[in-house]
Nanobody, 124 residues
Framework: QVQLVESGGGLVQAGGSLRLSCAAS????????VGWFRQAPGKEREFVAA????????YYADSVKGRFTISRDNAKNTVFLQMNSLKPEDTAVYYC?????????????????WGQGTQVTVSS
């Protein structure tokens, strides 16, 4: 099973950008689909974006579509989340998750491994 470590979070003003990274251990990372989820204070964890094993298919929540881009570099065992035009409502802890499947999922229960999360704070 892979282990995941997120990085790249921080404090940014509204309209700014951040790039999150999710680094995975293990030689079979290319067999995993990866998703990004987020959890704001007092709210449930929600789906943000997902990418299949090869990077050929990506999916986004409506709230981030057109602003966020998910990508992966299997040679470096890393998945990225480029976040542009950030809004205060994007403030949350962002988690990456891996699913040993060639296909993605919107559902948290479908993911086998989770990172510890990275805080993103967007000021108005």
């Amino acid at each position: 099973q892979v282990q995941l470590v997120e990085s790249g979070g921080g404090l940014v003003q509204a309209g700014g950008s951040l790039r999150l990274s999710c680094a995975a251990s293990g030689r079979t990372f290319a067999r995993y689909a990866v998703g990004w989820f987020r959890q704001a204070p007092g709210k449930e964890r929600e789906f943000v974006a997902a990418i299949n094993w090869s990077g050929s298919s990506t999916y986004y929540a409506d709230s981030v579509k057109g602003r966020f881009t998910i990508s992966r570099d299997n040679a470096k065992n890393t998945v990225f989340l480029q976040m542009n035009s950030l809004k205060p409502e994007d403030t949350a802890v962002y988690y990456c998750a891996a699913r040993r499947s060639y296909t993605t999922s919107y559902y948290m229960d479908d993911y086998d491994a989770w990172g510890q999360g990275t805080q993103v704070t967007v000021s108005s």
